[in-house]
Each structure stands twice: as structure tokens, then as C-alpha cells.
């Protein structure tokens, strides 16, 4: 392992004692399951507005009716008859 030194508020450190005795783990241990536990959930993908809009620009296009689609041109039964 690999010593490190950092600087925590008082707040943070009364709570830092506090959650590791109610764990029964070290603070070390409490930190370093901390930090494992943000960069594994920084691992998403940054959020990108305006690629979004283009997707669902793309999205509701796809919904709108061509001209092809509007109103059938046979019945049922002609399905039958061939």
C-alpha cells in the first residue's frame, strides 16, 4: 500500500470516526472503500445537451407519418385473395 497524507475538515472527520465505528473498520479502510466507490462511479459518460436534442429530434422525425403511410391503400381481405 501507499502512504497518503490529506487534509479533512473537523465535520469531516467527526463523521469519518464516527461511520468507521459504526462499520467496525478502520478510517483508512472507510477512506479507501470511499474512494473506490467514486471512481467507480465516475466512470459514466459526461452528459452532452445539445447531442441529446439531436437525438431526439431524430427520435420524433421517425414518429411523423411519411407520405407513403397515410391511410392504407387495400382491405384485409385482399391479403386473402392472391
Do not use: C
Amino acid at each position: 500500500m501507499i502512504r497518503k497524507q490529506v487534509y479533512i475538515k473537523a465535520h469531516q472527520n467527526a463523521l469519518l470516526k464516527k461511520r468507521a465505528g459504526e462499520l467496525g473498520v478502520t478510517e483508512a479502510e472507510l477512506i479507501r472503500r470511499a474512494i473506490e466507490a467514486q471512481l467507480s462511479a465516475g466512470m459514466t459518460v459526461p452528459k452532452n445537451p445539445t447531442a441529446w436534442e439531436r437525438e431526439k429530434q431524430f427520435i420524433f422525425s421517425r414518429f411523423r407519418p411519411s407520405k407513403q403511410d397515410q391511410g392504407r391503400r387495400w382491405r384485409r381481405e385482399e391479403l386473402y385473395e392472391r
